[in-house]
T-cell receptor, first 114, second 113 residues
Framework: AQTVTQSQPEMSVQEAETVTLSCTYD???????LFWYKQPPSRQMILVIR??????QNATENRFSVNFQKAAKSFSLKISDSQLGDAAMYFC???????????FGAGTRLTVKP | NAGVTQTPKFQVLKTGQSMTLQCAQD?????MSWYRQDPGMGLRLIHY???????DQGEVPNGYNVSRSTTEDFPLRLLSAAPSQTSVYFC????????????FGPGTRLTVL
């Protein structure tokens, strides 16, 4: 079964600075999807960014971008110009294309300091 | 659109009691799923459905039942609650099972005493 590992339980960043959250995964599949979700204190799960494994180009969404290294099975999230509203738990997730399996990492709690 | 709705928001049960967590979506999504979130473990897939009348097990299905009689509704049943089922439960839906974004409900915090 696929596993998703987030090795940083907590991270902090100064407002307006850049922070990178790490995620690695283990799979024998060649085609899959990767996601970063944000969970603020409200508990609502919000999709931040999505990457399709067969696309070599790294996904970007405004201040959020990923560094997708397929051979290394690494999928890190970079947040530029951090804002106070970025403070939340961030979850990395893997979704198989061939079956209905979806796996989440344990999460990284991001604190943004003013 | 209300999106994905879950009821109740909070629930306390005694060991052995049964209950149903409700989930509904008004986006005509085919794929629906249930997750549980425990501290330090992220979300784990309990059951999912790819359409009305079709359900299957996820990573942690034991102790839970589901059914999908309509496209809109996907209830999760606990037949005999156990303290190990204390968790936050999320329902999610998407147009299909893979590519499209999953929309999550607000969650239900369940405590089993």
């Amino acid at each position: 079964a696929q596993t998703v590992t987030q090795s940083q339980p907590e991270m902090s960043v100064q407002e307006a600075e850049t922070v990178t959250l790490s995620c690695t995964y283990d799979t024998s599949e060649s085609d899959y999807y990767l996601f970063w979700y944000k969970q603020p204190p409200s508990r609502q799960m919000i999709l931040v960014i999505r990457q399709e494994a067969y696309k070599q180009q790294n996904a970007t969404e405004n201040r959020f971008s990923v560094n997708f290294q397929k051979a290394a099975k690494s999928f890190s999230l970079k947040i530029s110009d951090s804002q106070l509203g970025d403070a939340a738990m961030y979850f990395c997730a893997y979704r198989s294309r061939d079956n209905n399996d979806m796996r989440f990492g344990a999460g990284t709690r991001l604190t943004v300091k003013p | 659109n209300a999106g994905v709705t879950q009821t109740p928001k909070f629930q306390v049960l005694k060991t052995g009691q049964s209950m149903t967590l409700q989930c509904a979506q008004d986006m005509n999504h085919e794929y629906m799923s249930w997750y549980r979130q425990d501290p330090g473990m992220g979300l784990r897939l309990i059951h999912y459905s790819v359409g009305a009348g079709i359900t299957d097990q996820g990573e942690v299905p034991n102790g839970y039942n589901v059914s999908r009689s309509t496209t809109e509704d996907f209830p999760l049943r606990l037949l005999s609650a156990a303290p190990s089922q204390t968790s936050v439960y999320f329902c999610a839906s998407s147009l299909d099972r893979v590519r499209n974004e999953q929309f999550f409900g607000p969650g239900t915090r369940l405590t089993v005493l």
